[in-house]
DNA sequence: GGTAGACCTGGACGC
DNA sequence: GCGTCCAGGTCTACC
């Protein structure tokens, strides 16, 4: 068994995190019961897959791993959580201009704007694929097979998988991923994807580090055949950027029912909503404190 | 530069 | 049960 600690600054809170969005339903992100840490099964470079547990911590984040660890595998584990819950954010730019929107003034006091993370760039772009054209339960549906078909084991549990790698993904045939994993006409974009990244044809590792523009960033995320405007907006929150909202058909739901009377409303209408808050249009949209209310939710 | 139709699955609905 | 219809973004082909 090994434990890191790592340090985070205030204002942070790993429970706002967790609960940030869907990510941790989905494999191989298991959520803590209380809601307020999560276990992720890492495929480490060593090839080693390990159980990790993330809970919240006085000063940050309490991280124990299922095993003894090398220093190497330490230094990866450490990086890769600082990755996955956002330790190097800084949102003290957005928290001071929602201060004055009594829909956001919530953020700052609760540590809401960070977006839950898988540990890799390529497993984000994957499950944000699988997100598109289909319901919340088809993506869990989706992403749980692919763990299970194309992950590696966990040593002490061979019944879980870590996220497959490119290059295991790589190697599935197409046939299979879209009838067993059910991934149906979205397997020849996740196949491609992967095959590019093995062939290091692509980097999406790089774009954790790379500080480029978000025109720039947002262009090379929609080469990848699959990413769309609504995927991209997504992934690019993820990533740290957000000049775009994700508009999908509940943000058409959200705008709808909060300023045009649940008339239908298109695109342009969502992004005219949060056209006044420049750099921070996705974070004010998706933890805005909105007046409609999903009944039927997951 | 904008858009109609195809893509695939599962869930809802009518029989 | 079984068939039909529809929701959910993106791609391609064609203006």
Not at 93 to 114: C, I, M, N, W
Not at 247 to 260: M, N, R, T
Request: glycine share 6%; hydrophobic share 45%; net charge negative.
């Amino acid at each position: 068994v090994t434990e890191l600690l790592l340090s985070a600054a205030s204002p942070f809170s790993l429970p706002a995190v967790v609960q940030s969005h869907g990510w941790v339903q989905l494999a191989p992100f298991v959520a803590d019961k209380d809601g307020c840490g999560f276990r992720y099964l890492a495929h480490l470079d060593s090839d080693r897959v390990v159980e990790l547990h993330a809970r919240e911590a006085p000063n940050g984040v309490q991280v124990t791993v299922d095993t003894t660890l090398t220093g190497v595998e330490r230094v990866e584990v450490a990086d890769k959580v600082r990755w996955m819950v956002g330790l190097e954010q800084d949102l003290s730019a957005f928290y001071t201009v929602a201060r004055s929107d009594p829909k956001l003034s919530h953020v700052e006091g609760q540590a809401r704007g960070r977006m839950l993370r898988s540990a890799t760039v390529f497993e984000d772009v994957v499950k944000t694929i699988l997100t598109t054209n289909t319901t919340w339960s088809g993506t869990k549906r989706m992403v749980e097979a692919l763990a299970t078909f194309y992950g590696a084991p966990l040593p002490a549990d061979e019944t879980r998988h870590a996220f497959p790698t490119p290059q295991r993904l790589a190697e599935a045939d197409e046939p299979a991923l879209r009838t067993e994993s059910k991934l149906g006409y979205r397997a020849p974009y996740v196949l491609q994807l992967a095959r590019e990244v093995t062939a290091g044809a692509v980097n999406l590792e790089e774009l954790k580090t790379l500080d480029l523009s978000t025109p720039e960033l947002r262009k090379r995320l929609l080469a990848i055949k699959g990413v769309g405007p609504y995927a991209v907006a997504s992934l690019l929150m993820l990533l740290g950027h957000y000049d775009f909202v994700p508009v999908d058909s509940w943000a058409f739901k959200l705008v709808s029912h909060e300023w045009h009377n649940g008339a239908p409303i298109g695109k342009a209408e969502v992004e005219q909503a949060f056209a006044d808050w420049g750099e921070w249009k996705a974070l004010a949209y998706w933890f805005r404190a909105w007046s409609y209310q999903e009944s039927s939710g997951q």
